[in-house]
């Protein structure tokens, strides 16, 4: 198994030409940051973790966390540790608002900085992953005594922070949930229920663990209009912060997963002993609202996650590619088996997890960007066409680059042949711990009915339509370069097909457009994956980058070749499935 690299020059390359650091740094609010304070944020980051962090990846696998008698959990050999190493450098905090003790770095800069972690670690980098999502529910929702108190030390990473909405019987139904919130006098509550699926539940990295709750409280009303959120603490905290006694909140077991070893998803049982003390996060019975701003958050750091374990498995292949012998490439010398990176059938599947990766990760860095305008764009239509960018393109992050994530691991294993099946070699836990992708935060069906059903008709489709304009004007720059020419043809294709199935869906009915919702996200992100793939290369050319550019050209040109040629042929399944389906229901799945 190789040793990890962390990708740095990649991530940093892909802020300046994919992301527009430049533009985004011009925001009155990161005046005091540049460019090369950035650069040198990014490449520190990528020593830390990859010296720190990287190591423990495969026992993180291998040996996994335990649950231990007193319920407690232990994590995987040096997780605590360098947990306690990442806290005191500063790494998580980089990205909080400055008020609270964060850095007031863009969303965009710490995106890169958790992108670095992820592929170094990917089990390990959850728990900071849903510390932010209870650090934005805070932030918007929270008192100012609730921000004041937990924000500096979730903030810092000294406490975590988790989700705690799915139960047994509700699954993605969230409204479906029983876990119920009785008021005490003092102005607190009494949370008392069970809740599965929760990662890092329980662990003993941070001083403390801040779990947000989702119940009903007496006589609410049913579904998601009764559903409220709340703080429900593993110690209960002092209003200087002090901890003291364990509150009534139990790790009752660990799930023994597919993969993610490393990460503890545990079921959590809060009031055993009479209930947990917990208090309201925003307004009562406004729980979903206070969901979604963990939610879209954690939607975008799931997408990441498809980026990083890919990108784990495309540098393992990758010198595993170089390092195996077998059998004589075209043009080789005879006498001896040539490196299998010479095979074109290699160098084809490398290439498509290398320009997957690169459109991916250039995906989700434009939306965080996005929420960068939308929370500091100077005027009222900046900060609204950063929402409304951001909101199309979170669904598009979050399933397009899962979905691929199982698919690049899988070619990972390919690669290697019989040894990645093998799971000595390591090819294997990629594939497994990219698998959960797809179905945590919102499966990705639900992504693709959000897409369809909200983000497409937003501004009755102004939102869509102004990114296939800006889409369009990629295409006829393409046209002009004289290394890009050949793309501009794919891209335009792609994006007369998107353009008419976005024209079907905004004329559809609601349930018309659901049969077809996958198919058309797949090819909306296809297209806007192969666009900003061309842009990027264009901006390199610009900048006059070499070999940057010609590597970036390369990239784009592929893609544009193996996956944007594609989008064409999906626009049936967006317009046709609704009557197989119907057809199916009757004829292939009766009971």
């Known amino acids: 198994m190789t040793d990890f690299r962390a990708p740095s020059t990649e991530i940093f390359s892909l802020l300046r030409h994919a992301a527009d650091l430049d533009g985004v ?8 940051v540049d460019e090369a304070t950035v650069e040198g944020l990014v490449a520190e980051a990528g020593r830390f973790f990859e010296e720190v962090l990287a190591p423990l990846n495969r026992d993180s696998d291998v040996v996994g966390t335990v649950r231990r008698d007193d319920g407690g ?16 450098a500063g790494w998580m905090s980089i990205g909080g608002p400055v008020a609270y003790g964060g850095g007031g ?11 670095l972690m992820a592929s170094a670690c990917l089990s390990f980098s959850l728990c900071p992953t849903l510390t932010g999502g209870s650090i934005d529910a805070l932030s918007e929702f929270g008192t100012e005594e609730q921000r004041e108190v937990y924000l500096p030390r979730l903030i810092s990473a000294e406490w975590s922070g988790t989700m705690n909405m799915t139960e047994p019987e509700a699954g993605s139904d969230v409204g479906a949930l029983t876990t119920r919130a009785l008021p005490n006098d003092d102005g607190s509550w009494r949370i008392t229920g069970q809740k599965i699926f929760i990662s890092w539940g329980e662990h003993d990295m941070a001083d403390n663990i801040v779990h947000m709750v989702l119940a009903r409280t007496p006589d609410s009303p049913p579904g998601t209009k009764g559903i409220s959120l709340f703080l429900v603490p593993k110690y209960l905290v002092g209003d200087d912060g002090t901890l003291g006694e364990h509150n009534d909140v139990r790790c009752v077991s660990l799930e023994h997963k597919l993969g993610l070893h490393g990460s503890p998803t545990a079921v959590m049982a809060f009031g055993d002993e009479g209930g947990a003390t917990g208090w309201l996060v925003g307004e009562e019975h406004g729980g979903m609202r206070a ?34 012998r077998q059998g004589q490439a075209p043009g080789a010398e005879p006498g001896s088996p040539s490196p299998i990176v010479e095979h074109p059938d290699v160098q084809r599947m490398l290439l498509d997890m290398a320009s997957c990766i690169a459109a991916m990760r250039g995906l989700c860095y434009r939306t965080a960007a996005a929420s960068d305008r939308t929370d500091h764009a100077e005027t009222a239509d900046q900060r609204r066409a950063g929402d409304h960018r951001a909101a199309l393109f979170t669904p598009l992050a979050k399933a397009w680059c899962t979905d691929l994530a199982c698919e690049l691991t899988s070619t990972g294993i390919q690669i290697h042949g019989g040894m990645g099946y093998v799971e000595e070699t390591g090819a294997a836990q990629h594939f497994r711990e990219a698998r959960i992708t797809p179905i945590y935060e919102g499966t990705n069906g639900i992504q693709a009915i959000d ?10 489709g102004a939102a869509v339509r102004a990114h296939l304009a800006e889409m369009r004007s990629v295409a006829t720059a393409a046209a002009a370069s004289p290394t890009l020419g050949g793309v501009a043809g794919h891209l335009t294709s792609a994006l007369d097909a998107v353009e008419e199935a976005t024209a079907w869906m905004l004329a559809a009915s609601p349930v018309d457009r659901l049969p077809g919702a996958t198919a058309y996200l797949e090819m909306l992100a296809v297209a806007t994956g192969g666009s900003i793939l061309i842009d ?6 610009d900048a006059d980058d070499g070999q940057e550019a010609e590597r970036r050209a390369t990239l784009a040109r592929f893609f544009a070749m193996n996956r944007l040629a594609a989008v064409v042929g999906r626009r049936p399944a967006v317009e046709g499935l609704g009557a197989v389906l119907a057809d199916g229901r009757t004829t292939v799945l009766a009971p």
Not at 291 to 311: D, H, K, T, Y
Not at 536 to 541: C, D, I, K, P, Q
């Open 25 to 32: 740094l011009a925001l009155p609010a990161f005046a005091g």
């Open 73 to 88: 959990v232990s994590t995987a050999p040096g997780f605590a540790d360098a947990y306690r190493r990442m806290v005191d």
């Open 105 to 115: 770095f863009p969303s965009v800069v710490n995106l890169a900085v958790h992108d």
């Open 291 to 324: 969901m979604f701003a963990m939610m879209n958050s954690a939607r975008l750091a799931v997408g990441l996650e498809g980026v990083a374990i890919a990108e784990r498995a495309y540098q393992q292949a990758l010198a595993f590619a170089h390092e195996r």
């Open 451 to 460: 897409l369809v059903s909200r983000k497409v008709p937003l501004d009755d």
């Open 536 to 541: 990027t290369a264009l901006s390199a050319a």
